[in-house]
């Protein structure tokens, strides 16, 4: 079947570790996207990559970073300068100008 | 900037009734599109239905249809004969321009659906 795949479901990490999100979709789309949703909240744009070795800062970048080294693959690290990383992390790709579909989500909690 | 406005933080609706969830967006682009999803308390986030902002009829989708308000700057979300299984959050989003996707989301609105 066609989607978009993210693992862990959950993820727990200590505070001063880097963490890396997967995300795969096979639904060849050329762009992918990384939102952050904190409770009660809208989702917020990290990064996004409309084509292969290519990607843009989001709203929220700082203390993120991305690669897009295969169209399928658009993976998301979390890295110690982020400041409150706890958070729901939703990966999504899509065609130019239709919806977004996006994956099932990563929980991220950092203690 | 663009902005998405949701008020209704919570909604409430017997099942079978109709209810509408409230959208108001800001942008001084001529074109942009209007989405609406639905989040269970699963987390997934999932399509429901699109406005183009030049497109003359209201979306729909079956249950889901979208009363566009091009002048008022509204899209707001109509569910007809809601189910127990609608119970979720709703989120607006926006098209951020022409040349990217980039989307804009409101912070959504948790609809209960009660027997």
């Known amino acids: 079947d066609g989607g978009i795949t993210q693992s862990p479901k959950y993820l727990f990490r200590k505070e001063g570790q880097n963490v890396t999100l997967s995300c795969e979709q096979n639904l060849n789309h050329d762009a992918m996207y990384w939102y952050r949703q904190d409770p009660g909240q809208g989702l917020r744009l990290i990064y996004y990559s409309q084509i292969v070795n290519d990607f843009q800062k989001g709203d929220i970048a700082e203390g993120y970073s991305v690669s897009r080294e295969k169209k399928e693959s658009f993976p998301l690290t979390v890295t110690s300068a982020q400041k409150n990383p706890t958070a729901f992390y939703l990966c999504?790709?899509?065609?130019?100008?239709?919806?977004?579909?996006f994956g099932p989500g990563t929980r991220l909690t950092v203690t | 900037a663009q902005k998405i406005t949701q008020t209704q933080p919570g909604m409430f609706v017997q099942e079978k009734e109709a209810v509408t969830l409230d959208c108001t967006y800001d942008?001084?682009?001529?074109?942009?599109?209007l989405f609406w999803y639905k989040q269970p308390s699963s987390g997934e986030m999932i399509f429901l239905i699109y406005q183009g902002s030049y497109d003359e009829q209201n979306a729909t989708e079956g249950r889901y249809s979208l009363n566009f308000q091009k002048a008022r700057k509204s899209a707001n979300l109509v569910i007809s004969a809601s189910q127990l299984g609608d119970s979720a959050m709703y989120f607006c989003a926006m098209r951020d321009g022409y040349n990217t996707d980039k989307l804009i989301f409101g912070t959504g609105t948790r609809l209960q659906v009660f027997p």
């Open positions: 999504a790709s899509g065609s130019t100008h239709y919806e977004q579909y």
């Open positions: 942008t001084s682009d001529q074109s942009y599109g």
